[in-house]
């Protein structure tokens, strides 16, 4: 049964705009993003693109799961890519609790890009 659905857009210059956050080491890079998440997007083509899917996924993550209590840390959804190409997801922390007292038993999400914007779609069944 799906629990929730979730979606974001984001404008990639916007994200690209503000590259003090985006340098290695910055506040803003280990409250968002694990170090795996931060590895693979340095070994990307384009690190800022990897980073903007990557964002817009956890976004979408929370619009399904509904959170929106201020107990959820961006880097407690955690979003990366497989071999085949395909995103996977882990969660920890709080999101792992909820997600489980929810009783969800698998997230999909699906990440996708252009020139100008990032966006993703995530589902939760339980």
Sequence with gaps: ??????????????????????????????KAFTARERAEADSCHDRVLCLARQFAGKEA?????????????LNEIEITTLPSGKSAVRLSGRMHELANASRISD??????????YAMAFAMMIS
């Design 107 to 116: 997230i999909q999400v699906s990440l996708t890009h252009n020139q100008d």
């Design 1 to 30: 049964m799906v629990y929730g659905v979730g979606t974001d857009i984001l404008s990639i210059k916007r994200f690209r705009s503000d590259q003090a956050s985006l340098e290695a080491g910055s506040a803003f890079l280990h």
């Design 61 to 73: 993550i929370f619009k399904a799961i509904g959170s929106g209590d201020g107990t959820i840390r």
